[in-house]
């Protein structure tokens, strides 16, 4: 998708280096920055350097090219790829697309290892831009229906930032949105501040206004009147990690913004690749949960009259706080999963139809 009018990717791999969007220095400067070696990667996940479901699994693959480039070695490789998977714990892709690199990697001869590896971690990233471009197809399909019906702009309400800049194109939840505004659809978008890091005003709006998408940013308490007041008709999503019985683990806050929906009566969709299915946890309650520094809550980041970035304190300097990062969604507040292989009931059935 476009910054300034010129195409981008979130994520590609250029003379043995890989470059990323530097997206902690977004909205206010762009910054392309090179990965050189795994740590670099391990530290780009860390500190959301790279941030969003999809783009850590891809940055955690190319993690593992720069592992192969600074020792090859098949004892380095499985350090790196274990070291990788801890960097952030909840979305899932992180772990599938290195499970996927290992898989393809393990016992491989030095002299082979190198080219399979990007030849992988380049094939992961294919494949998710081909899953978000039909996420976005399959989704478009409900938005032309609620637009066939209203005959006017539709409103459609999202979390976080499960656009292009968390994917590696098109992105999941923004998907049908930017198919519906290149199909001439009149769609606005309410993006949640989404606080502590404040992805949606920072990342969500930043990347909607650049390929001129009207949008408006609210506080993340907002929603609830808006919904009460027929100001939404629809909510997209991303999700971190969808168990196989249809419940969505996304960013903090998505849960509440169900309820809400669920009470107006409001289509609550969720957006994902099938990479973000974990088939194996049966229960909500084994997600790992990230717990973030408490200072993402307690000092904000702006820009100051000299136009430098700078972080300030907003809380009593004796004041605890908590900084839970995701939450969970039972799947009866969830509409419907919007896949890349059409669209299905959160359920174990539903995707169990989809994905045999
Ligand atoms: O903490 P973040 O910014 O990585 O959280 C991102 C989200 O919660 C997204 O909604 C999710 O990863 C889906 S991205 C397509």
């Given at each position: ?28 400067s ?9 740590s ?19 940055t ?13 070695d ?26 996927r ?18 030849d ?14 039909n ?53 606005h978008?309410w ?25 408006t ?5 907002t929603?609830g ?6 100001q939404?008709d ?21 849960y ?13 969709y ?14 909500h ?28 304190l907003i ?24 896949t890349?292989?059409?669209v ?13």
């Amino acid at each position: 998708m476009k910054i300034e009018g010129k195409d981008y990717r979130t994520i590609w791999f250029e003379n043995n280096v890989v470059k990323i969007i530097d997206q902690t220095k977004l909205p206010h400067s762009f910054v392309i920055k090179d990965l050189k070696n795994v740590s670099d990667a391990i530290n780009a996940i860390k500190v959301m350097e790279v941030r969003g479901a999809p783009l850590i699994g891809a940055t955690a693959a190319f993690g593992l090219v720069l592992s192969i480039l600074e020792n090859n070695d098949q004892s380095f490789l499985k350090k790196s790829a274990e070291e990788l998977i801890k960097s952030r714990p909840t979305a899932i892709n992180l772990k599938w697309a290195v499970d996927r690199m290992m898989q393809k990697l393990s016992g491989v001869n030095s002299d082979q290892i190198l080219d399979l590896a990007i030849d992988e971690a380049k094939k992961i990233c294919e494949e998710d831009i081909k899953f978000c471009k039909n996420i976005g197809l399959n989704g478009l399909k409900i938005i032309e229906e609620i637009y066939n019906k209203k005959k006017d702009t539709v409103n459609i309400l999202t979390h976080c930032n499960a656009g292009w800049l968390a994917t590696i194109n098109w992105g999941t939840a923004t998907s049908p949105i930017y198919h519906a505004h290149k199909k001439g659809i009149p769609v606005h978008i309410w993006a949640d501040e989404t606080r502590p890091r404040n992805q949606g005003a920072n990342l969500t709006s930043y990347e909607l206004n650049e390929e001129g998408v009207n949008n408006t940013v609210i506080a993340d308490n907002t929603g609830g009147i808006l919904m009460q007041r027929g100001q939404v008709d629809m909510c997209i999503v991303g999700t971190d990690r969808t168990l196989s019985n249809g419940d969505v683990c996304n960013k903090v806050g998505t849960y509440l913004k169900a309820l809400a929906a669920y009470d107006n009566n409001i289509p609550f969709y969720v957006a994902l690749p099938s990479s973000t299915i974990d088939w194996d946890i049966k229960s909500h309650k084994d997600i790992p949960i990230e717990e973030r520094n408490s200072e993402e809550l307690s000092h904000v980041e702006g820009l100051d009259e000299k136009g430098n970035i700078k972080q300030v304190l907003i809380y009593p300097k004796k004041s605890k706080a908590m900084n839970l990062a995701f939450d969970v969604t039972p799947a009866k507040y969830v509409t419907g999963l919007i896949t890349e292989k059409g669209v299905c009931e959160a359920s174990k059935e539903g995707l169990k139809k989809l994905f045999k």
